[in-house]
């Protein structure tokens, strides 16, 4: 199977996120209750996290991530260890298709840094266990905390200054990452599927902005963090529509901002969920204007365990390389299978049946 880019993505790659063995769950509602220390906790997370290593390399898979054992939430984890920046208390929880997360957000109460970030050590750990594969690491967008988190006062009375001081984090969490050995970072964004649905075009006019405004910002902030990342660093992004429990938050197809993501967004490929009709046709790709992009199709689904039929999948490969080169395409499952601590609705057996599909339909196509 060839690769498309040294560090990633891969003909036949993953979002990043694996379901939580039981050992783990558990091990951190002890520690929660004070029956065991963060020490005893970690060193039990070290212990999965090595073997799902294991797994993911048995499973054929050319680059390996931690799974996000080490955190609770996808991107709250992340963004509450920047300077100036809080987990809280909400009033209620994040409104999935039918079910709700729990109460919890995150707050600028002071000026957004990146300093000494646990995570570093978390990338340190999986970089020691990658060998001859390569070590993903995923990270939220800095978008997540410009749009999705609440702005206290005190700290930022000028967006612009806010836009600045976290592009200016993200660069310094890059170069981080980078001097910890990391060549493969990815960053997740929900914050798109705004633009994808009239239920996000009001979220957007509730927080004051016009969608053309909100689009070229998002881009800008994506862009402008990774502006001057190193040659030899290969940069995703993931974009989704919300995944808890094998349920969304958003609907509708990239159309409404498929110019901007597809033709202006300066990434090394996209993450990009094909799963389901929520998600809409190829179309939107083309205005992909770059022969180095990478177009990481999410046409297996980790919403539940059944497999999808390989001549399918083949066949909707097929139909996308009718708008992108079919050697800019890839194959990955449309998102993680825990983007949260509780994970999806299907069995850690299933989880791995579906990566193993990736692989192999991967392999028969390129």
Sequence with gaps: MTKTLL?????????GSFLRPERIKRAR??????????????????????????KQKEAGLSAVTDGEFRRAWWHFDFLSGLDGVELYETDTGIQFNGVETKSHGVKVTGKVKFGNHPM??????????????????T????????FRGKIEKEAYTENDELFSDLVTAYQDAIKAFYDAGCRYLQLDDTSWSVFFSEKG????????????ELAEL????INESIEGKPEDMAIT????????????????????????????????????????????????MR????????????????????????????????EAAQYVNLNQLCLSPQCGFASTEEGNLLTEEQQWNKIRHVVSIAGEIW
């Design 201 to 212: 075009q009001k979220q957007i006019k509730d927080k004051g902005y016009n969608s053309e």
């Design 120 to 137: 570093l050590e978390d990338y340190k750990f999986l970089h020691s266990l990658a060998g001859d594969h390569i070590a993903k690491f």
């Design 29 to 54: 509602l002890q520690k929660q209750n004070g029956e065991i220390t963060a020490d005893q906790l970690r060193s039990i997370e070290d212990e999965e996290i090595i073997s799902l290593v294991k």
């Design 7 to 15: 560090n990633g993505p891969f003909k036949a790659d993953h979002v």
């Design 218 to 221: 998002f881009a800008r902030c």
């Design 139 to 146: 990270l939220p967008s800095p978008n997540m905390l410009f």
């Design 287 to 318: 205005y992909v204007n770059r022969s180095d992009l990478q177009i990481v199709l999410g046409l297996i689904t980790s919403k539940h365990g059944e497999l999808e039929d390989s001549q399918k999948i083949k066949q909707r490969i097929l």
């Design 237 to 284: 992004m993931h974009i989704c529509r919300g995944n808890f429990k094998s349920s969304y938050t958003a609907s509708g197809g990239y159309e409404s901002v498929s110019e901007i993501i597809f033709g202006q967004l300066k990434v090394d490929g996209l993450f990009l969920e094909f799963d389901d009709e929520c998600s809409g046709g190829f179309e939107p």
